[in-house]
């Protein structure tokens, strides 16, 4: 059960071994048809709905059907309600599931939004036909859609991981042929039940992403998927119990289950596994949803009393990279340093990094990017913040690169008041080049060090005529902020 468990008292094993009883007790007392006893009705704030449908190439019976699903689960207590890839369709050619395709201001997503609005419950809706770009129009995007209790979408991610299978004799499924892959993870989102994290389907097999997830702070993770018969059979629940172990998360699954045509069925067993790695509620065989509570108290104590997280070793493997571009809050102010920055100079910011405008610039275009944390030296950071501090420096660099209309940039890190470090807090300097912007190339480096010193070689003061003003500072911000979102 336990990884060196000989390492642990007696005591402590016994009390282990009595939690996994008292887990497998609890899947052993559950009906195998709502995964509660028929009578029993949950109430809280942490019941969660997990779906699982038999979509056909009909969008308004699929509808009819999540529908009856979602006030099932909604007279159950559900808070939030999970139903599976493919929800709105699942097509019998390529070109029907291009042609059926909507964009997210369409029908489908807009009856479900008067659903969620309706019935005041937070849905998940994993794996939507959406439209792709004119430019990509025989393409779509496999997007996993969050919505909340007002009606609103929260989140949107495009699957990133397709699905390519050709069994001799048995399934044929690219879905490299029509569906656009996602390139970016979505950061985790605040539900009723906890932070959740989205993926979808064949994201499962790829454990990077789950970890990735963990670190960004989730506590849900959610698969809603199709499974084919065959790798379900195999793989479907021991994927499932795999990323609820080793991520000490819940996992809600909603699945596609049975024969949607004469080419595809899919297997079914939408479930939700505790941190534990117990299965909690299952749905029975058919269209069917199960409600569970999702318990964080539960979930912290498994984190506190086996703390795997503490344990990676990042100084002997790479850590994961989890850099994601997050909002910047609204009159959020971080330290620089000795010096205070406002959300309105930074342009770009993930959990770890923030990239902001310079006061005095050496060349237009001018721009820092540091750690969130108060770091002196680069020598303190860690894992995470040196590969998340390089990964925003490599976009920061590119996109100011482009926009300037320059072929090359200068990078720069100084590391201890020796190497020119006036602020003590690690930052890079994003510099992009002009041919002949200095005499000579290395030129540059005897203006950095003092182009924030006057003629004594003293810091300038804050009321300096020499800084930029604040408004000339947000307006740059303002002007590279419209930029990464276009990007």
Not at 141 to 159: C, E, F, L, Q, R
Not at 274 to 284: F, I, L, R, S, T
Not at 322 to 335: C, F, G, H, L, R
Not at 430 to 445: E, T
Request: glycine fraction near 6%; aromatic fraction near 6%.
């Amino acid at each position: 059960m336990l990884d060196k468990i000989s390492c642990l008292s007696k005591a402590t094993v016994r009390k282990l071994v009595h939690a996994y009883k008292v887990q497998s007790l609890r899947i052993c007392k559950m009906s195998t048809t709502n995964g509660l006893p028929s009578n029993t009705e949950i109430t809280g704030p942490g019941i969660v709905a997990v779906c699982q449908m038999n979509c056909k190439p009909n969008k308004d019976e699929n509808i009819k059907t999540g529908k009856s699903l979602i006030e099932k689960a909604k007279v159950r207590g559900a808070k939030m309600v999970f139903l599976p890839e493919c929800f709105d369709y699942v097509g019998e050619s390529r070109e029907q599931s291009i042609s059926m395709a909507e964009n997210l201001d369409g029908p489908v997503i807009t009856q479900y939004k008067n659903i969620a609005k309706s019935l005041n419950v937070w849905l998940s809706l994993g794996g939507f036909h959406e439209k792709g770009p004119e430019h990509d129009a025989s393409r779509i995007y496999n997007t996993h859609i969050i919505i909340n209790s007002k009606g609103d979408i929260v989140a949107t991610y495009h699957k990133t991981h397709l699905f390519d299978v050709d069994i001799k004799g048995g399934v044929k499924l690219k879905e490299t042929d029509f569906t656009i892959p996602g390139s970016a993870i979505e950061p985790p989102v605040k539900t009723p039940l906890g932070n959740l994290g989205i993926a979808t389907c064949y994201d499962l097999r790829f454990p990077e992403m789950s970890v990735a997830l963990r670190q960004q702070g989730a506590q849900i993770l959610t698969y809603p998927s199709a499974f084919t018969q065959p790798t379900g059979m195999a793989h479907w629940e021991v994927l499932l119990r795999s990323r609820a172990i080793e991520n000490q998360c819940y996992v809600v699954a909603a699945a596609q289950t049975g024969k949607h045509h004469a080419k595809r069925s899919s297997y079914g067993h939408a479930m939700v596994v505790d941190p534990w790695g117990a299965v909690v509620c299952q749905c029975k065989e058919g269209e069917d949803v199960a409600v569970t509570e999702i318990d964080l108290t539960y979930l912290n104590k498994v984190r506190t009393q086996m703390p795997v997280q503490q344990h990676r070793r990042c100084d002997i493997y790479r850590p994961t990279v989890t850099s994601q571009k997050e909002p910047i809050v609204d009159n959020a102010t971080y330290a620089f340093g000795q010096h205070t920055i406002k959300r309105d100079i930074i342009f770009y910011k993930t959990h770890l990094t923030m990239a902001f405008v310079n006061r005095k610039c050496v060349v237009p275009g001018h721009v820092l990017v540091s750690p969130i944390r108060v770091v002196q030296r680069f020598s303190e950071m860690t894992p995470e913040e040196v590969s998340d501090l390089f990964t925003v420096s490599q976009r920061v660099a590119t996109v100011v690169e482009s926009h300037y209309g320059c072929s090359s940039v200068t990078v720069g890190l100084q590391d201890g008041p020796d190497a020119g470090q006036t602020v003590m807090h690690v930052h890079v300097h994003i510099l992009p080049r002009k041919p002949g912007d200095f005499k000579r190339n290395d030129d540059i480096y005897s203006e950095m060090e003092k182009h924030d010193k006057d003629s004594s070689g003293e810091e300038l003061e804050d009321s300096s005529s020499e800084w930029r003003t604040p408004e000339d500072m947000a307006a740059e911000a303002s002007t590279l902020r419209q930029l990464f979102k276009d990007s």
